[in-house]
């Protein structure tokens, strides 16, 4: 008789999906890298004028008054932006739309994992380069692999910091494959590439409303590219991908922006007061341009994270990474948070280990 292991996609063999969930939600998450500042009053705001008596009907197939907005914004076309449930929709279909079984896929390591999982799902031959000293793009190794489809998160997630602009245009002006560039992270440093990708025949900007806007919850994304790649993007993506709410509080958030640069502000001042605090505890804290920060703990790593979730704090334990043994990241959240946090590692740092 056959059985599910013979049909399965052979993909799926050695492939393990990242889990992001807890068992205990009650606990202080800090390993998620969503926005801890509290309700995006967005949402509140079009909860209290939104028809949900017309939930029956199907909202806009593309997304069309949020494109518009984007559009405006952004000074492209909304022929040129393709919205999703999440960036993470739009990552699955950058593979599905341009991955044939055995191109190459290359990316630097350390970075956000789900590029190559997406990558390696639709069948692609994987290539990971090790990134240069000091958490450098490493530019010649990437163009040599001659990809596919190749995929630079800026600022770069985990190690926090920003690639060489130089670089990743570089990397957008030579690859003679489709660049995705996920600046997931841009709203919480001065870095903005959308006009360098945008400059290249084959770049992809990707974005989300997961992070510096609040709106995790809701499952709001897009990318900007040249009309032809989001053309044939739209061939593989679900239609009325994005409900109708989300998008409503998305224009919404797009539109008063204050809430969002207070947020940003308030991180900054407590990501730099964590980045110390952790320091004089033994941590090596390294610069960040994002809402985390990404530490060597004087301790082992995994160690630290056990034992902290059973404090009721969780972090992220990224020591089985190239380059990163015993190193952790931490969504920077309020001050109470970050106290929380600090209490429960104190102790920790001194070998009181359960």
């Known amino acids: 008789m056959t059985s599910i292991g013979e049909l399965k ?3 799926l063999e050695s492939l393990t999906r990242p889990s992001y969930a807890l068992s205990n939600q009650d606990i202080v998450i800090l390993n998620n890298n969503a926005n801890l500042f509290g309700m995006n009053p967005a949402v509140q705001e079009v909860a209290e004028t939104f028809d949900f008596g017309r939930l ?24 040129e932006i393709i919205i999703g449930n999440g960036s993470d929709e739009l990552l699955d279909i950058i593979s599905k739309g341009f991955i044939n079984p055995g191109d190459v896929f290359c990316q630097p390591t350390p970075t956000f994992r789900m590029y190559r999982f997406y990558a390696k799902v639709n069948m692609a031959t994987i290539e990971e380069k090790i990134l240069s000293e000091g958490f450098s793009l490493p530019v010649e190794d990437i163009l040599s692999s001659n990809p596919k489809l190749v995929a630079l998160c800026q600022p770069n997630n985990p190690t926090g910091n920003l690639f060489d602009r130089n670089g990743i245009v570089r990397i957008l002006s030579e690859c003679e494959g489709i660049v995705l560039l996920d600046e997931a992270y841009f ?13 290249c ?18 499952r709001a994304g897009y990318a900007v590219a040249r009309k032809e790649i989001v053309d044939n993007l739209r ?3 679900t239609p009325f991908g994005l409900n109708s ?6 224009i919404a958030a797009l539109d008063h922006k204050d809430w969002m640069k207070a947020n940003v502000h308030e991180m900054k001042r407590e990501r730099q007061r ?16 994002c809402n985390f920060i990404l530490c060597k703990s004087p301790v082992g790593s995994g160690d630290l ?36 946090l600090l209490e429960a590692v104190a102790p920790l740092i001194n070998g009181e280990f359960s």
């Open 9 to 11: 996609r052979r993909t």
């Open 245 to 250: 709410f989300t998008e409503a509080v998305a």
């Open 187 to 199: 709203d919480f440093c001065d870095s903005d590439m959308l006009g360098d990708v945008m400059d």
């Open 235 to 237: 061939l593989v993506r």
């Open 201 to 218: 025949q084959f770049g992809i900007d990707v974005r989300t409303f997961s992070k510096a806007y609040g709106l995790a919850g809701l």
């Open 274 to 289: 964590l980045s110390e605090e952790l320091g004089s505890l033994g941590f090596r804290v390294y610069p960040s341009e």
């Open 305 to 340: 994270v056990r034992n902290l979730i059973e404090k009721g704090v969780a972090i992220r334990d990224f020591g089985s990474y190239p380059l990163l043994e015993d190193h952790v990241r931490v969504t920077v959240g309020p001050r109470e948070y970050m106290d929380m």
């Open 56 to 79: 029956w009907a199907y909202p806009s197939e593309n997304s069309d008054t949020l494109r518009e907005h984007l559009a405006s914004q952004l000074s492209v076309s909304a022929d």
